[in-house]
C-alpha cells in the first residue's frame, strides 16, 4: 500500500483549523487527504486526481471518515478554474505530493516501472493520446536526447537515444530497459538502476509535469488567504527548482526597493517562505520511496 511521505511535517505545517477549507492538490490514495480530514470537521477538503482507480479507492476511504469533501477528477493545472466552479476564490491550505503513488508503479499494467513488464505507457490520466510508448517509438533522436537530457539529467542520453532509435519497435517496459542497458557502460549499471532517469524523463513528458505544475503553483498562491499555508513535497530536483524559484520571487524584496529606508507597505512581499523539511534517517529507512523528497512550505503574510 502507498505510504505518505513526509505525512506528520505536512500535516503539522498546513496549519489546520477546524474550520479550514483545504486543496489537496494530489490525492493519490488518500495519504494526506485522511489525516487531514480527520483535523477539519467544520472544514472542507477538496482534492484533485485524474487516476480513476485511485478516486474510486479514495473516495471510501474517505467516507469513513467524513462526508466533508469533494474529489475533482481534473489535472491540478486546472486549480483556479475548477474551484470557481464551485464558487471556492480562496483556501486555507494547499498540498503538492508530485511523487508517482506506489500502486501506480506496483500495478505492472500502467507501465510506469522499471522492474516489471507492461506496455509502455505511463499515462497519469488514462484519456491522454500521449502515452510512453509514442514517445519511445516516434520521437526523433533529437527529442529523445533533448527530454532525456532535461528531464532526466541523464549523461548518456544520445547513446540511449540511438539505441533506441535502432531497436524500434519497442513496446514493453523491460524491452526498453534491455535497449537502455545495452547503450550505458559496466559501471553505469553498477552505482543504480540504469533505467531510472530515462524512466523519469519519459513519464515527465508523457504527463507534461513540470509545465502543470508551474502553470498551478502560480494559481495557488493567488488563492491562498492570508495566515494560509502551501506545501510541497518534490522527489526530483527539476520540480525543486521550480518550488524554490517560485517561493523566492514571492518572498523577496525587489532589489531596486530594498534600499529604501523605509519601504511602503504595497511593495512588502505577501507571502514568507517557512522552512525545508527533508525526511528522518528514520522515514528513509522505513521508506525507500522518501529518500529523495523535500517538503517546501510558504505562508501569506499579506
Do not use: W
Not at 494560509?228 to 530536483?237: A, K, L, P
Amino acid at each position: 500500500m502507498h505510504k505518505s511521505v513526509l505525512l506528520k511535517e505536512c500535516i503539522e505545517n498546513l496549519n489546520l483549523k477546524e474550520n479550514s477549507v483545504i486543496v489537496d492538490c494530489t490525492l493519490g490514495y488518500a495519504g494526506h487527504s485522511s489525516e487531514i480530514l480527520k483535523r477539519i470537521s467544520h472544514g472542507y477538503l477538496y482534492a484533485f486526481d485524474q487516476d480513476s482507480e485511485a478516486i474510486k479507492f479514495s473516495t471510501e476511504r474517505l467516507n469513513n471518515i467524513g462526508k466533508n469533501f469533494e474529489i475533482i477528477n481534473s489535472n491540478f493545472a486546472n486549480i483556479k478554474e475548477e474551484l470557481s466552479k464551485k464558487n471556492v476564490t480562496s483556501v486555507d491550505g494547499i498540498l503538492y505530493d508530485l511523487g508517482v503513488s506506489s500502486p501506480q508503479l506496483d500495478e505492472d499494467y500502467r507501465g510506469f516501472s522499471f522492474h516489471q513488464d507492461a506496455r509502455l505507457d505511463m499515462r497519469m490520466n488514462q484519456n491522454n493520446i500521449l502515452d510512453a510508448y509514442t514517445v519511445v517509438n516516434t520521437y526523433s533522436y533529437e527529442k529523445l536526447v533533448d527530454i532525456f537530457h532535461k528531464y532526466g539529467e541523464e549523461k548518456y542520453a544520445s547513446s540511449i537515444a540511438k539505441g533506441i532509435i535502432a531497436s524500434r519497435p519497442i513496446t514493453t517496459t523491460l524491452e526498453l530497459v534491455e535497449v537502455i542497458k545495452e547503450n550505458v557502460p559496466e559501471k553505469y549499471k553498477r552505482d543504480k538502476h540504469p533505467a531510472r532517469k530515462v524512466f523519469q524523463a519519459i513519464r515527465i513528458e508523457v504527463n507534461d509535469e513540470l509545465n502543470v505544475f508551474e502553470k498551478s503553483l502560480h494559481e495557488a498562491l493567488e488563492l491562498i488567504n492570508v495566515g494560509g499555508r502551501i506545501c510541497v513535497i518534490t522527489f526530483h530536483s527539476l520540480e525543486d527548482k521550480i518550488c524554490k524559484n517560485i517561493f523566492k520571487s514571492v518572498s523577496e524584496i525587489d532589489s531596486n526597493i530594498k534600499k529604501l529606508p523605509i519601504i511602503p507597505d504595497e511593495y512588502l512581499p505577501k507571502f514568507k517562505v517557512i522552512k525545508t523539511i527533508e525526511p528522518s534517517k528514520n522515514e528513509i529507512d522505513e521508506n525507500n520511496r522518501a529518500r529523495s523528497a523535500k517538503l517546501r512550505i510558504i505562508e501569506r503574510v499579506g
